[in-house]
């Protein structure tokens, strides 16, 4: 499986980004997919995830959306409301992480004035 994570980058507090991840290798329909983020000096930690359906959604902060688009095998995260702590590397994977699974790149989201 492949991941290639896009859409991050400098905003203000308070701002909006919409990150996209592509996703290949592997029946992306059949899967919870997940964005997860790794803020500097902390551990990876999960966002929010979507069900292979797109029907069941788990959403750590309020402030943020999860969707998906299994025709093209992309999942998106909408933040909203940014703070100084969003800042971080936002990843997209399977939920659970799955053997097969690989990390990508990841997307750096900044948020700074």
């Known amino acids: 499986a492949q991941f290639v994570e896009s859409g991050g980058g400098l905003v203000q507090p308070g701002g909006s980004l919409r990150l996209s991840c592509a996703a290949s290798?592997?029946?992306?329909?059949?899967?919870?997919l997940a964005w997860y983020r790794r803020a500097p000096g902390k551990e990876r930690e999960l966002v929010a995830s979507?069900?292979?359906?797109?029907g069941d959604l788990n959403i750590v902060d309020s402030r943020f959306t999860i969707s998906r688009d299994n025709a093209k095998n992309m999942v998106t995260l909408q933040l909203n409301r940014l703070k100084p702590e969003d800042t971080a590397v936002y990843y997209c994977?399977?939920?659970?992480?799955?053997?097969?699974?690989?990390w990508g790149q990841g997307t750096q989201v900044t948020v700074s004035s």
């Open positions: 994977n399977t939920a659970p992480i799955e053997t097969w699974s690989y």
């Open positions: 979507i069900s292979s359906s797109g």
């Open positions: 290798g592997f029946t992306f329909s059949r899967y919870r």
